[in-house]
Antibody, heavy 123, light 106 residues
């Protein structure tokens, strides 16, 4: 059974960075990309990007280029998302989500999700 | 970026009703579309992929259709557990974008 378990909520000041973790289990971690999707309070869903654990290849949404870094640790089957230069508009629940199998070939849906991590940016 | 427009933004319905949600893409995405269900405080759940294919375990009362730019999600015989927010998502072109959501409420 696929499980994605995320790290606890964070409160950060504007300008700081945040790192959220996502520990995977129940499947072969290196075979599927991990995506990150966020949801601001009361708002819709926004895709940030994906990382392929076996190669380290990434695909970031242009909106976040320059302040977003995704990494993985295959020894612990954990993915990480780090977002820098935080501003109030980054306040959101951040979800990790597993690729349905085709993200790296151009078609991306998300078949298993973590429970979400609330990141609050406030002075 | 491909824009996804959902309508309506909310719909009131009763148990047993049929509800149809539409999703329009700003350019053709063939059948590269998914539908998700999200309940308050929970992560989204993928229901439909490739516009019309149900994931294993998704009840048959959920059906998807369409191709190109216009898509629908239909829920027949609405059940109490179906009251939630539904999102479409285009899967054909990065960045992978979502519709604004449709809240199905009592």
């Amino acid at each position: 059974q696929v499980h994605l378990v995320q790290s606890a909520s964070e409160v950060k000041k504007p300008g700081a960075s945040v790192r959220v973790s996502c520990k995977a289990s129940g499947y072969t971690f290196t075979n599927y990309a991990i995506n990150w999707v966020r949801q601001a309070p009361g708002q819709g869903l926004e895709w940030l990007g994906w990382i392929r654990p076996d190669t380290g290849n990434t695909n970031y949404a242009q909106t976040f280029q320059g302040r977003l870094t995704m990494t993985t640790d295959t020894s612990t089957e954990t993915a990480y998302m780090e977002l820098g230069s935080l501003r109030s508009g980054d306040t959101a629940v951040y979800f990790c989500a597993r690729d349905w199998g085709y993200c790296t070939t151009g078609s991306c849906l998300f078949d298993h999700w973590g429970e979400g991590t609330l990141v609050t940016v406030s002075s | 970026d491909i824009q996804m427009t959902q309508s309506p933004s909310s719909v009131s319905a009763s148990v047993g009703d049929r509800v149809t949600i539409t999703c329009r893409a700003s350019q053709s995405i063939s059948s590269w579309l998914g539908w998700y269900q999200q309940k308050p405080g929970r992560a989204p759940k993928l229901l439909i992929y490739a516009a019309s294919s149900r994931l294993s375990g998704v009840p048959s009362r959920f059906s998807g259709g369409g191709s190109g730019t216009d898509f629908t999600l239909t829920i027949t015989n609405l059940q109490p557990e179906d009251f939630a927010t539904y999102y479409c998502q285009q899967a054909g072109s990065s960045p992978f974008t979502f519709g604004g959501g449709t809240k199905v409420e009592i």
